[in-house]
C-alpha cells in the first residue's frame, strides 16, 4: 500500500513524496491520519535549517520529515496491543505528516469521547509542551504568571497557566493580532514588548513585584532578558522555546543571580519517560491531560485553529511560513482530502 508525505527537501522548500505503508509489528499501530497540526516555530527552524534542529549548518541540507502531533483512526494493529483496537480514534505522539503513520502501542492514545473533533484532538500533543514547562514552575494558583510569544505554544499556555488558578495572566506578543486572541483565550492583560513602558505596565499590574511565573516561549535571547526584567525576585522562568540564536548579553549577576531566580529548561525531552510524579508528568500523562481538558471544553480550540489545508497545498503553507514571522497560530493538514 502507497501513501503520501510531506518532507522538507531543502531550505524554505517541501514536497509531498510518495511512500510505502508499514505493516504494524509486535507492539505498533497503523493509524490512518484524519489530521496533523503544524508546529510553526520548531518545522520553521528545520526548514530554514537554524541552529539546534538536527540539520548541520553546512554542507548539503539532509530532507526532514516532522508533525509530530495527529489524530486518526486506527487501520491495524501488531501482536500484543491491549489499549487499542482497529477503528478506534486515537490521538498520536511523534508522528509525522503522512497519510498513515505507524507508531509504538505508547505513541497512541484512544479518545474516548466521540464527540471530540479529530481536528482539534491533532494539537492534543503539542499542548503537552507548556503543560510540562507550567508543571515545572510549581506554579500555585493566585500566582501571577506571564507568557512571552503568543504563538501555538503560548495560546495553550495562557489558557493552561489560567486552569492552574493563575491570576493575573500576562500574554507579550509583537503581534496585535496574537494578542487579542491572547485575551480572546482568558489572558488578563496583553502587552506589546516593544513599546515604551512595556516593563511598567507589567509591574502596575503585578502590584510593582513582576510575574511569579513566566513561560518563555520565543526562544530569542533578547525576550529572555526583558523576562528577567519583568519576573519577581525568587520568581521562575521556564524556557519553553528552543533558542536557535543568542545575541543579546544578559547579565547574570543582576538579572538571576542577585534576586534568586529559578530558570528551568523545558524542553520536551527533558521528562521521565515510564512514569509520571508531581510537577514532572510523562509526554502520555500530559497527552492524556489535554484531551480530557478538550472533551470538557476546558480548552477552547475553535479560537486556536486558523487554517485547514489539503496535503497537496503542503508547498505553498511552508513557502508561507518560512518568510512570515507571523504565521497563523493553529495550522493543520486535513488528510482526508487527498
Known amino acids: ?6 518532507v522538507f527537501t531543502e531550505i524554505g522548500k517541501a514536497e509531498l513524496w510518495d511512500a510505502d505503508v508499514s505493516a504494524p509489528g509486535a507492539g505498533e499501530v497503523l493509524v490512518e491520519m484524519a489530521y496533523t497540526a503544524i508546529s510553526a516555530g520548531t518545522e520553521r527552524a ?3 535549517r537554524l541552529p539546534n534542529t538536527g540539520n548541520p549548518p553546512n554542507g548539503p541540507y539532509k530532507p526532514m520529515i516532522l508533525g509530530y502531533s495527529g489524530s486518526g483512526i486506527v487501520k491495524a494493529i501488531g501482536e500484543g496491543i491491549t489499549s487499542v483496537s482497529v477503528g478506534d480514534r486515537v490521538s498520536t505522539i511523534w508522528g509525522i505528516h503522512a497519510q498513515y503513520n505507524t507508531v509504538p502501542e505508547r505513541n497512541v492514545i484512544r479518545i474516548k ?3 471530540l473533533d479529530l481536528k482539534h484532538a491533532s494539537f492534543a500533543f503539542i499542548g503537552t509542551f507548556p503543560a510540562a514547562g507550567i508543571r515545572k514552575t510549581r506554579l500555585e494558583f493566585g500566582e ?3 507568557i512571552f ?3 501555538i505554544l503560548g495560546a495553550f499556555a495562557v489558557q493552561l497557566c489560567r486552569l492552574a488558578g493563575a491570576f493575573p495572566v500576562i500574554a507579550a506578543d509583537l503581534s496585535a493580532e496574537r494578542r487579542k486572541l491572547a485575551l480572546d483565550l482568558g489572558a488578563d492583560y496583553a ?5 515604551d513602558g512595556f516593563i511598567d505596565s507589567v509591574m502596575e499590574v503585578t502590584e510593582g513585584i513582576g510575574a511569579r511565573v513566566i513561560i518563555e516561549v ?5 525576550a529572555l532578558e526583558q523576562a528577567l526584567s519583568c519576573v519577581a525576585p525568587l520568581g521562575r522562568i521556564s524556557l519553553l522555546g528552543c533558542t536557535r540564536i543568542s545575541n543579546t548579553p544578559i547579565d547574570f549577576y543582576q538579572l538571576v543571580h542577585r534576586p534568586g531566580i529559578t530558570i528551568i529548561g523545558a524542553h520536551t525531552n527533558a521528562r521521565p519517560k515510564l512514569e509520571s510524579y508531581p510537577h514532572y508528568w510523562t509526554e502520555r500523562d500530559d497527552c492524556i491531560a489535554i484531551l480530557n481538558f478538550m472533551q470538557h471544553g476546558r480548552l477552547d480550540m475553535y479560537k486556536l485553529i486558523s487554517e485547514v489545508h489539503s496535503p497537496e497545498e503542503a508547498l505553498e503553507v511552508y513557502r508561507r511560513l518560512a518568510v512570515n514571522k507571523d504565521f497563523p497560530v493553529g495550522v493543520v493538514f486535513d488528510w482526508k482530502r487527498l
Open 46 to 48: 528545520c526548514l530554514m
Open 218 to 222: 520565543t526562544g530569542q535571547s533578547a
Open 191 to 195: 502587552f506589546d514588548p516593544a513599546a
Open 144 to 146: 501571577s504568571a506571564m
Open 149 to 151: 510569544g503568543i504563538g
Open 1 to 6: 500500500m502507497n501513501m503520501k508525505k510531506i
Open 113 to 115: 469521547d466521540d464527540s
